[in-house]
């Protein structure tokens, strides 16, 4: 929902714009941010010394850890979305 009073009523045709590699940046950290907690969980299960079970332990642990994280960091990229979304009525 866009809070907008006075400057667009309901039935208005307007026009969204985002900066430019905002979808690509929200991408990559939504997919890259929870593998690489994945793999260096298990990576560093591995280097300790555990076995099979514990290398999936610590891949699950980097890969919640990381879901954590995004989760920590949504309402600021949130807000920063808002803040550079530019709505312009349709000519």
Known sequence: MLDAPGLF??????TMTIPAGAVFRGALWLHGLPLAGLLAGAASAAAVGFGDLGCLGGALAGFGGALLLLWRLQRRW?????????VAPTA
């Not at 009523?9 to 307007?14: I, K, N, R, T």
């Not at 949130?78 to 530019?86: E, I, K, P, V, Y």
């Open 78 to 86: 949130h807000t920063d979305a808002a803040r550079g979304l530019r």
């Open 9 to 14: 009523h309901a039935g208005d045709e307007v």
